[in-house]
């Protein structure tokens, strides 16, 4: 790392952390970063700076076994409801009340938009992958918040692009190109993402839903790509066509997001029926 490079990151730290917090924004104003609270900005902060090559493919490794524990998928949205998100600028309710959203908002529509149940059950667990937090991440830096390529040239599209200055590979020739150690055009599949929830998920669920919920489960914090389009050049044919899928997914997922909790008790049965319909009992995290 080029010396001094960490101060200078920091210099507008307390200008961050003095910016007035709204608790719920509206609408039109979801992902307003320039407007967030001090522990989103804070994690933002860590996770560009640790998050490295190095680092994501030790994670893949460790996390790959799927031998942190032996459950089922209700039981996971009920133990993940314990989590508070920080990196969430936008919604004060549990996770289970966001999933449920999520997945309500895509039911509502399901016949309008031609939606399979696999993508309703999608909503209900899109956010799961975030248990990391509970099987031996390192916080939650590496579990929830944006997603992003490692390996190469970090965007400036990404969410506080300024932070990245303190990560090591921003200073390393071999990485900090467009395209790095990827080639024009390789396919997301052969792209190495940052390590957090929708990786881990992805890996989780990838012996029971079809490959259209694994891709979205796996891209849905990619808000680089499916918003901004600052990696259109790794992509292929296949990615243009999935990345429509994410975005769709994107519009229920962010802005299904309310103040008015869903009904957890009525809304169990029907979604425990749609779980046994792709998932056993229980299967290995």
């Known amino acids: ?21 709204k608790p719920v924004n509206p609408v039109e104003s979801f992902r307003t970063y320039d407007i967030a609270k001090p522990s989103v900005v804070k994690l933002y902060k860590e996770q560009h700076q640790k998050q490295t090559l190095d680092f994501v493919i030790r994670s893949r490794q460790k996390f790959s076994q799927l031998d942190k524990a032996h459950m089922g998928i209700w039981e996971a949205l009920e133990m993940l409801n314990e989590l508070k998100d920080e990196s969430d600028n936008d919604t004060e309710l549990s ?37 990391l937090y509970y099987f031996g991440a390192e916080g939650q830096w590496d579990v929830v918040g944006d997603t992003f390529p490692v390996g190469c040239r970090f965007s400036e599209k990404i969410v506080y692009p300024e932070f990245f200055k303190s990560n090591p590979d ?26 957090g929830h929708d990786e881990y998920m992805y890996m989780v669920a990838e012996k029971y839903l079809p490959q259209e919920a694994l891709y979205i489960i796996r891209y849905h914090s990619f808000y680089g790509q499916h918003r ?34 869903p009904d957890i008790t009525k809304l169990k049965p029907y979604y425990q029926t749609l779980i046994r319909k792709y998932f056993p009992d229980k299967i290995n995290w």
């Open 1 to 21: 790392m080029l010396a001094g490079s960490f101060s200078q990151v920091c210099d507008d730290w307390e200008h961050f952390l003095q910016r007035k917090y």
């Open 95 to 131: 996770q289970i009340e966001h999933c449920l959203q999520t997945a309500e908002a895509l039911k509502r529509n399901a016949k309008k938009e031609r939606f399979d149940d696999w993508m309703i059950l999608t909503g209900l667990i899109h956010d799961l992958g975030k248990l």
């Open 170 to 195: 921003y200073y390393n020739p071999a990485y900090n190109s467009l395209y790095g150690i990827y080639k024009a055009n390789c396919g997301l599949d052969n792209v190495l993402m940052s390590f």
């Open 228 to 261: 901004e389009n600052a990696y259109t050049h790794l992509m292929n044919e296949r990615d243009h066509e999935m990345m429509k899928l994410v975005k769709t997914f994107n519009s229920y997922d962010l802005y299904s997001k309310s103040d008015a909790p």
